[in-house]
């Protein structure tokens, strides 16, 4: 047993059995980072990955199948699931892992090893071991695997308490908003508008048509489809309303088609935008580095900041759980928002609130 423990401690530090050399092979970390431009970013790209690795014709058109069935109905969802597993089948083929016919668990534990490595949030990294998982699940289910790697598989731990992604001051947002007002065009005015207005996430805002624009109960409304292929309506304030009317009217208000276009009329894709609020917001004196899911994390925040009910922001968000909700509140370890002041004076009423 002491010879074990000896072997198992040379590559961990405790140079318990440095002298007889190394009994533990810690796999080096991947040649190349699991990030940036991904393997496949279509399906023709990642069939010939999934040949590349081995997997017959049958597993291919399960493939297509699970991509546009259940919560994957939407486009956007369709492309980022394909690239997450795309990443993962071109690991398995630079590391001569058998993805095909015989995953092992001990490749799914390396995988996210290395996901860990190349620097991605955990959030990024859970999300990928999700999508192959689901995959996974579904090509058992056909027949075209034996088993699942990823069954079992340990995940980074979230952080439950805060939100990793920038987001901007209520200050900031309004600088940004009024810098564009003068100097961006009116399309431009338009998507800032949207992406704050309704904390929505850009790709959703980004596939929404001109017909899903409507009214409801004397609110001007939009219709988009969000995270899990399901329809959302987001109530339009009339700053938005303006500014989306402006943009349609120089467009000659066309009936139909996507809502935002570029001047060749082809709907506008993530890394413009992600291009145009880092500009944007340069101009403005924001030092840091955003992108477009930086103007949700700002509705959310500034809505919490200002007291709105953790409920209604929450069905504001599309959160499915509170807890996801929480990490947006700022001020969630405020001493002045404690309840122990309301508390005493319940029971001693000649104590008052701070503030009150």
Request: hydrophobic share 40%.
């Amino acid at each position: 047993m002491a010879e074990t423990r000896a072997d198992l401690d040379t590559n961990t530090g405790t140079g318990l059995a440095a002298e007889r050399g190394t009994a533990l092979d810690v796999p080096r970390a991947p040649e190349r980072a699991l990030r940036g431009t991904p393997p496949a970013r279509a399906a023709g790209e990642l069939a010939s990955l999934m040949r590349a690795a081995g997997m017959d014709e049958s597993a291919l058109r399960a493939t297509g199948v699970w991509l546009v069935s259940g919560r994957r109905s939407s486009a956007h969802t369709q492309a980022a699931y394909l690239r997450d597993v795309g990443w993962w089948v071109w690991w398995c083929t630079a590391r001569a892992a058998e993805a095909a016919q015989a995953p092992a668990p001990m490749d799914a534990d390396l995988y996210v090893a290395d996901l860990v490595a190349s620097g991605l949030a955990r959030a990024t990294v859970n999300r990928r071991v999700a999508a192959v998982s689901s995959w996974y699940r579904y090509l058992v289910r056909e027949g075209c695997v034996a088993a699942n790697p990823f069954e079992g598989a340990e995940r980074p731990r979230m952080d439950t308490r805060h939100s990793r992604t920038r987001g901007l001051s209520k200050q900031q947002v309004t600088d940004v908003l009024a810098h564009a007002a003068e100097h961006e065009s009116a399309r431009t005015y338009a998507l800032l508008w949207l992406m704050f207005a309704t904390a929505g996430r850009i790709g959703s805002l980004l596939s929404a048509r001109i017909e899903d624009l409507s009214e409801d109960s004397g609110h001007r409304v939009l219709d988009v489809v969000v995270k899990g292929g399901q329809s959302k309506r987001f109530a339009l304030p009339p700053p938005a309303v303006a500014a989306l009317d402006r943009y349609l009217a120089e467009r000659g208000r066309p009936g139909s088609g996507p809502l935002f276009v570029s001047r060749t009329g082809r709907t506008l894709v993530q890394s413009y935008v992600w291009k145009l609020v880092n500009r944007i917001a340069g101009e403005c004196g924001v030092d840091f580095v955003i992108s477009p899911h930086s103007f949700r994390h700002s509705a959310i925040t500034i809505a919490l900041g200002e007291g709105r009910p953790l409920h209604v922001v929450q069905d504001f968000a599309g959160h499915a759980d509170p807890r996801t909700t929480r990490r947006y509140d700022r001020d969630r370890d405020a001493l002045d928002r404690s309840p122990a002041y309301h508390l005493a004076a319940l029971v001693a009423p000649s104590t008052r609130p701070t503030g009150t």
